[in-house]
């Protein structure tokens, strides 16, 4: 089992900014394509950002782009995701997820572990 930990949500204000942590164990975090997803109360798990094994690739969702950016450190066996000007659309909990075989990185069923999740509340 590969446990995926997300850390760093929280309660903020429109147009403010977080820093979400995806930390992962084991030592084989470089082989693998990781993504970002999240859910609000009521919708269905939407894809938020991806990144491949080495970093070089990255995909956003179009709500997204320009506001958000997916990175990762392998050395630490940690992914990122930094969210800037935040919007009240962007409650939800957010879940990271490895995409173990490289599939269509937007769809769910590409992932095999996922974390917790961690609740990003943006108040208007």
């Known amino acids: 089992q590969v446990p995926l930990v997300e850390s760093g949500g929280g309660l903020v204000q429109a147009g403010d900014s977080l820093r979400l942590s995806c930390a992962a164990s084991g030592r084989t975090f470089s082989n693998y394509a990781m993504g970002w997803f999240r859910q609000a109360p009521g919708k269905e798990r939407e894809f938020v950002a991806a990144?491949?094994?080495?970093?070089?690739?990255?995909f956003y969702a179009d709500s997204v782009k320009g506001r958000f950016t997916i990175s990762r450190d392998n050395a630490k066996n940690t992914m990122y995701l930094r969210m800037n000007s935040l919007k009240p659309d962007d409650t939800a909990v957010y879940y990271c997820?490895?995409?173990?075989?490289?599939?269509?990185?937007?769809?769910?069923?590409?992932?095999?572990?996922w974390g917790q999740g961690t609740q990003v509340t943006v108040s208007s």
């Open positions: 990144i491949s094994r080495s970093g070089t690739n990255v």
């Open positions: 997820a490895r995409n173990p075989f490289n599939l269509r990185p937007e769809t769910t069923t590409s992932y095999d572990y």
